[in-house]
């Protein structure tokens, strides 16, 4: 099975940036569609931002345009870089990947990075 593994995060004041960053190990007949998600204490998993199918990030509404979501093939990595952060922004941000080899979807989540943001 594919394997996701995440770094960066950290404790910033309002205001500041974070970079977090995910690399996946799988298959190389298998396709692997991005995104990541974050969960806050006492509330549901959301999501943050994906990937479309024409290669270019979609977000949530609520990052109004301060995360951006970018991916080295290369290296198998996709990052998230977090600006203006806010208090609201606290949480766990968890990268996932959609795997497809052949007819066979799967899913895989990395395991989970803190962002906490002070006021």
């Known amino acids: 099975q594919a394997q996701v593994k995440q770094s960066g995060g950290g404790s910033v004041q309002a205001g500041g940036s974070l970079t977090l960053s995910c690399v996946v190990s799988?298959?190389?007949?298998?396709?692997?569609?991005m995104s990541w998600h974050r969960q806050a204490p006492g509330k549901d998993r959301e999501f943050v931002s994906r990937?479309?199918?024409?290669?270019?990030?979609t977000y949530a509404d609520f990052v109004k345009g301060r995360f951006t979501f970018s991916r080295d093939n290369a290296k198998n990595t996709v990052s998230l870089q977090l600006n203006s952060l806010e208090p609201e922004d606290t949480a766990m941000y968890y990268c996932?990947?959609?795997?497809?080899?052949?007819?066979?979807?799967?899913?895989?989540w990395g395991q989970g990075t803190q962002v906490t943001v002070s006021s």
């Open positions: 990937f479309g199918d024409d290669g270019t990030p």
């Open positions: 799988g298959y190389s007949h298998c396709t692997y569609r």
């Open positions: 996932k990947t959609d795997e497809r080899c052949g007819s066979f979807d799967d899913w895989y």
